[in-house]
């Protein structure tokens, strides 16, 4: 069973920001993603954000995916299981 929550580290625990349906004493694995190392900082100028664009582009045309790379399943991507 896989359940997704958003939570905080308070007092040397994990709290749960909103409840989850989890039995009293399940054991469960815990990863650490912190948000604010993920969420990209805000670019609001237009012509920034036109120059990343295009940045990223060039960046994309001048290593595109080999045409014999080996193709995954959505299963294979998702670590189901």
């Known amino acids: 069973m ?7 580290y308070r007092d040397g625990a ?3 920001i909103v409840p989850c349906n989890l039995p009293e004493e399940t054991e469960v694995q815990v990863v650490v ?3 604010r190392g993920v969420t ?3 670019v609001t ?13 060039a960046r994309m045309q001048r290593n595109p995916i080999p045409a ?4 995954f399943t959505r299963n294979e991507l ?3 299981g």
């Open 2 to 8: 896989q359940e997704i929550f958003r939570a905080v």
């Open 14 to 16: 994990f709290v749960p």
């Open 33 to 35: 993603q912190n948000a």
């Open 40 to 42: 990209p900082p805000l």
């Open 45 to 57: 100028d237009p012509e920034e954000r036109a120059r990343i664009r295009r940045e990223l582009i």
């Open 68 to 71: 014999n790379a080996p193709r």
């Open 78 to 80: 998702h670590e189901r």
